[in-house]
């Protein structure tokens, strides 16, 4: 039943809605249709967000190792990436930290790394402030090529500083001079601040359950954040007069090289959002499959066990043992029948008792109150074996593996015995109370035995819990042959 139900739908040629999401999720958004199932999505704790942060920290790493090697050591530099470095490292720590085990209980769940994992608003606020992090340090360091005001963006003549006598008014006097300079030699390095932007934005789509819609936003917000710095920037100014004579601009031409990049990683991220949340869904059905499955298994249980012994019905429903034969031997059991003989002169199908309807209701009742009698805990050893007609058969002693733990099996028998006459004199006393209240005459003949017997189950489609042997032959014969009122034994038991 399970397999049928979690297989996809059957799908047709030309049948469009191979390509979309499943009708549970919305087609642009990705949410679910179903509020209270969406709010449980979001609800669920991220156990790999730690994950998420150690990646973009190996990214933030790979940005710092590029600047550090191309870009000239200055205190924007180092300032910016080793800030960013102590933030994120401390974030790492945290989400990383007193991670309980998947089967540790409740009372071990509250480090700081099952906190982050569990409350959505705090990774939402770590992922805004870790990308503004590596997002600023790849374009931070541009602040340090910056041409004083009033100063011509002309580069000076390296010549005219090389062949300088460094007095004091002439360095005083030329150290805008030297700036420009450094400036013009550092012109080749300004497409590496592009680079540092892509790799910002690999930062932000590592975060896999941040929602690719919230990612998206935050990669156009974050490249036109750095297209805007780097565009007012006097090293692109420079490199722009320098190299660049007809055409787009450089700060451009890497706008639309990072759009593209955010087009496959939106696309990546919207593929890995289908993914995560057709799974949920997925699970939920499987959870409610399994629910509906767990409710008939007991339903399919308190039923079987309505028509067999509780640890009979037990064998039965182990699928492996099913088809074979259920059969157990007893040494010592003790088997009673209990009939009501002059309930077949009560028994008359006319109008006044609607075709023996009304008198089929009484004997119900009556059969249904000795039922009642099993529920005590006192009488909890003895079985119900079947009803024929208006007599009540049952047995004491049907316990596997009870009787081979019997140190004393005479008292065994003996407890057998005196349970089951206990028994009859309950059922004789409930006969006589249903006799006053319905002004009848009912009385119980009853057959007592015991010995060994065989008990097993026959039938496949109905199967029946039923007991043979001579004792059961015994007791029958007596209780056929016996005096109406009186219980039946014999002279060994």
């Excluded at 040494?331 to 023996?356: L, R």
Aim: proline residues 4%; glycine residues 4%; negative net charge.
């Amino acid at each position: 039943m399970i397999e049928s139900n979690l297989l996809p739908p059957e799908r047709k040629c030309f049948n469009f809605n191979f390509f979309g999401p499943p009708t549970e999720l919305k087609p642009f958004t990705m949410w679910y249709r179903n509020t209270p199932r969406e709010a449980m999505y979001r609800a669920q704790p991220d156990t790999h967000f730690r994950f998420d942060l150690i990646c973009a920290f190996v990214l933030f790493l790979s940005l710092a190792v590029v600047q550090l090697i191309v870009i000239e050591l200055n205190l924007a530099l180092l300032g910016s990436l080793l800030a960013s470095f102590v933030s994120l490292a401390l974030f790492l720590y945290l989400s990383n930290m007193s991670v309980p085990d998947v089967h540790a209980s409740t009372t071990e769940r509250n480090g700081p790394g099952q906190v982050v994992a569990s409350s959505r608003y705090l990774r939402l606020a770590m992922f805004v402030v870790v990308n503004i992090l590596i997002s600023s340090c790849a374009v931070f360091s541009v602040i340090n090529y910056t041409v004083p005001d009033g100063v011509n963006k002309e580069p000076s003549s390296n010549q005219t500083i090389l062949e300088s006598n460094f007095s004091s008014e002439f360095v005083n006097s030329t150290l805008e001079d030297v700036q420009l300079w450094e400036i013009d030699h550092a012109i080749p390095i300004a497409p590496v601040f592009l680079y540092c932007c892509a790799i910002s934005l690999a930062a932000i789509s590592a975060f896999l359950r941040s929602g690719f819609i919230l990612k998206l936003i935050a990669m156009l917000v974050a490249v036109i954040a750095q297209m805007t710095v780097l565009g007012y920037s006097d090293l692109f100014e420079m490199y722009n007069d320098a190299n660049i004579t007809y055409g787009l601009p450089l700060e451009i031409k890497g706008f639309l090289l990072l759009l593209v990049i955010i087009l496959v990683l939106h696309t990546l991220d919207r593929q890995g959002e289908y993914v995560a949340r057709t799974d949920f869904l997925w699970k939920a059905k499987l959870k409610v499959e399994q629910e509906e499955v767990e409710t008939m298994r007991g339903i399919n249980k308190i039923l079987l066990e309505n028509i067999l012994p509780a640890h009979v019905a037990t064998h039965f429903l182990h699928l492996e043992r099913s088809t074979e034969l259920y059969h157990e031997s007893y040494s010592c059991v003790a088997v009673m029948f209990a009939s009501i003989p002059n309930y077949k002169e009560f028994y008359d199908e006319t109008d006044v008792n609607k075709q023996g309807l009304e008198c089929l209701r009484l004997l119900n009742e009556i059969i249904c109150d000795f039922d009642k009698l099993l529920l005590k805990p006192k009488f909890s050893g003895i079985e119900k074996i079947k009803t024929i007609a208006s007599t009540y058969m049952c047995a004491s002693g049907l316990r596997p593996g009870k009787e081979d733990g019997a140190t004393d099996e005479k008292r065994t028998e003996e407890h057998n015995v005196v349970i089951l006459v206990e028994f009859a004199i309950a059922l004789m006393s409930i006969l006589d109370s249903i006799n006053r209240e319905s002004f009848q005459r009912f009385r119980l003949r009853i057959g007592l035995n015991h010995g060994p017997v065989i008990a097993g189950v026959i039938g496949a489609q109905k199967p029946q819990y039923d007991i043979w042997s001579n004792t059961v032959n015994v007791a029958s014969r007596m209780d056929s042959c016996g005096v109406m009122g009186r219980l039946q034994i014999m002279p060994l038991s």
